[in-house]
């Protein structure tokens, strides 16, 4: 073992979906800093291309595409294609999510239905398709966001946390099934991230400073801060590392937050 490269991504062909804005566009630029070609694939075309070109500038290997997760077929044709064109595809991360924050009882059937088929639907989408492509090449890393809301919820976050736990169980049934192809699956854990899906909070300083203080950091995190997360799973230095939820919630699910009175 070379510990000099392990976390390098050199040869590398990535795809990452939601990679237009916020933690997706973190991650596909330290992909890409890391070694790898990364495919930033996102509904907002104009959004992709321009970290695609701030991948470029720096040195690294990008190019953009134009892909709703939603669409099983499309996110086939996707996959297929960079395999074809590349000889391979050796990372998928699927990023994008969606939140209607209210509670369980005023939710209408619409939006339960458009929770679900993005969170969860999507994710399904890309892990079956580049499951199936990595169990046939013989390797792989697949990847997906999950949250703290896989094992803690709050009143207004119901679906959202059913669709984050079951994200999780995916991630996990498939990564006992793959095993034995070589093909690793994870699912990352952010706590509250300073990305357009927290927007609503942000716009109230009592929310925001009431999720800074979840964090034993006391502040929120940084979409540039789960991208370590991202590369590590992605590489090499996580070989043996499959089926797991990955935390990078600034110590969120490790403290109950009585911390009065002071030690």
Same mark, same amino acid.
């Given at each position: 073992?070379?510990?000099?490269?392990?976390?390098?991504?050199?040869?590398?062909?990535?795809?990452?979906?939601?990679? +237009? &804005?916020?933690?997706?566009?973190?991650?596909?630029? +330290?992909?890409?800093?890391?070694?790898?070609?990364?495919?930033? +694939?996102?509904?907002?075309?104009?959004?992709?291309?321009?970290?695609?070109?701030?991948?470029?500038?720096?040195?690294? %290997?990008?190019?953009?595409?134009?892909?709703?997760?939603?669409?099983? +077929?499309?996110?086939?044709?996707?996959?297929?294609?960079?395999?074809?064109?590349?000889?391979?595809?050796?990372?998928?991360? &699927?990023?994008?999510?969606?939140?209607?924050?209210?509670?369980?009882?005023?939710?209408?059937?619409?939006?339960?239905?458009?929770?679900?088929?993005?969170?969860?639907?999507?994710?399904?989408?890309?892990?079956?398709?580049?499951?199936?492509?990595?169990?046939?090449?013989?390797?792989?890393?697949?990847?997906?966001? %999950?949250?703290?809301?896989?094992?803690?919820?709050?009143?207004?976050?119901?679906?959202?946390?059913?669709?984050?736990?079951?994200?999780?169980?995916?991630?996990?049934?498939?990564? %006992?099934?793959?095993?034995?192809?070589?093909?690793?699956?994870?699912?990352?854990?952010?706590?509250?991230?300073?990305?357009?899906?927290?927007?609503?909070?942000?716009?109230?300083?009592?929310?925001?400073?009431?999720?800074?203080?979840?964090?034993?950091?006391?502040?929120?995190?940084?979409?540039?801060?789960l991208a370590g997360a991202v590369v590590f799973l992605a590489s090499d230095a996580a070989s043996y590392?499959?089926?797991?939820?990955?935390?990078?919630?600034?110590?969120?699910?490790?403290?109950?937050?009585?911390?009065?009175?002071?030690?």
């Amino acid at each position: 073992m070379d510990y000099s490269k392990m976390f390098r991504l050199d040869g590398k062909v990535a795809l990452l979906v939601g990679g +237009a &804005s916020g933690i997706g566009e973190a991650s596909a630029q +330290a992909l890409a800093a890391n070694g790898a070609h990364v495919v930033v +694939a996102d509904l907002n075309s104009e959004g992709a291309e321009q970290v695609v070109g701030t991948i470029t500038a720096q040195g690294g %290997s990008a190019e953009s595409r134009v892909l709703d997760l939603t669409d099983a +077929a499309a996110v086939k044709d996707t996959v297929t294609d960079i395999a074809r064109r590349h000889g391979h595809l050796d990372i998928a991360v &699927s990023s994008p999510s969606i939140n209607v924050r209210k509670p369980l009882l005023d939710y209408t059937q619409d939006e339960f239905e458009r929770v679900v088929r993005v969170n969860m639907g999507g994710t399904f989408n890309l892990l079956q398709s580049a499951g199936r492509l990595m169990s046939d090449q013989g390797g792989g890393s697949v990847m997906a966001f %999950s949250s703290v809301r896989s094992q803690v919820v709050e009143p207004g976050q119901s679906i959202y946390a059913a669709t984050k736990a079951g994200t999780l169980q995916m991630l996990r049934g498939l990564a %006992s099934e793959l095993g034995s192809r070589n093909v690793r699956v994870n699912a990352i854990g952010p706590g509250v991230i300073d990305t357009p899906l927290t927007a609503q909070i942000r716009k109230d300083q009592t929310w925001y400073d009431a999720y800074a203080q979840k964090s034993v950091f006391g502040r929120w995190g940084k979409p540039e801060e789960l991208a370590g997360a991202v590369v590590f799973l992605a590489s090499d230095a996580a070989s043996y590392i499959t089926g797991i939820i990955l935390y990078v919630d600034g110590g969120w699910t490790a403290a109950d937050g009585r911390f009065t009175p002071p030690l």
